[in-house]
């Protein structure tokens, strides 16, 4: 009796799907969004200093609740380009674990707008000129839950190198590797100017934008 043999299943990495247009429009959309409206901000209230004040603290004032409605809007398109490369990349080096990520990103920002930051450096009208030397309930959690967002973007951008690698992308693999070295230091700089935070910060959302852009827009790839 003759059997039909079946050629072995395929060892190479899944092609990747393509995400909803909308899905993927919000992941691309979040970064610029909240540092176009932060950089508007900044440069139309009085008081602000970019050197001296970090974003968050525009969500303080009369005026804060651009800025809440800001981190809020930002954390759901984060949340949304997630789920477009989970889509996308299912089935792939790393599609599972850097999506995870992204999302935990996206919550901080849900949480920051909650949660807001503490008044200080001038900001707003009436506050000490001085940093805040100590922190109130709200201003803990504002500041952890970015610290782990932010850790969490890190970790999926080292993430998806593996895909870019798999997938023999190597400037890309490259470019995400560094990113996190960027945000880092900018970060790490923060103690000599707000700026450097700031640019720490912009540069991982824009990065995210590019990468999201890359993964789940047909065209892009």
Same mark, same amino acid.
């Given at each position: ?50 050197? $001296? ?16 409605? +800001?981190?809020?809007?930002? #954390?759901?398109? +984060? ?40 008044? #200080? ?17 709200? #201003? ?6 970015g610290a782990v967002g932010y850790? @969490? ?5 080292? +993430? ?5 690698? %798999?997938?023999?992308?190597? #400037?890309?693999?490259?470019?995400? $590797?560094?990113?996190?070295?960027? +945000? ?28 999201? %852009?890359?993964? @789940? ?5």
């Amino acid at each position: 009796m003759s059997q039909t043999l079946k050629p072995p299943a395929a060892l190479s990495m899944s092609p990747a799907r393509p995400a909803p247009r909308l899905l993927s429009a919000a992941g691309i959309a979040a970064g610029p969004l909240f540092l176009a409206t932060g950089l508007a901000q900044g440069l139309t209230r009085p008081g602000f200093d970019f050197t $001296r004040n970090a974003l968050s603290q525009l969500s303080l004032g009369a005026l804060g609740w651009i800025q809440v409605t +800001v981190f809020l809007l930002t #954390g759901l398109l +984060v949340i949304g380009g997630a789920i477009a490369i989970r889509q996308t990349l299912r089935d792939t080096p790393g599609g599972t674990w850097a999506p995870r990520l992204l999302a935990v990103f996206g919550t901080s920002f849900l949480l920051a707008g909650v949660f807001s930051a503490d008044p #200080g450096a001038g900001f707003p009208a009436g506050a000490p000129e001085d940093r805040a030397t100590s922190l109130s309930a709200h #201003g803990t959690v504002h500041m952890l839950s970015g610290a782990v967002g932010y850790l @969490a973007l890190c970790a999926a951008f080292l +993430v998806l190198a593996r895909h870019f690698a %798999a997938d023999r992308q190597r #400037g890309w693999a490259l470019a995400v $590797r560094l990113v996190p070295v960027g +945000v880092l230091a900018g970060f790490a700089a923060s103690a000599t100017t707000a700026a450097a935070f700031t640019a720490g910060a912009g540069l991982g959302l824009l990065a995210l934008s590019a990468v999201t %852009a890359r993964l @789940a827009v047909p065209k892009c790839r």
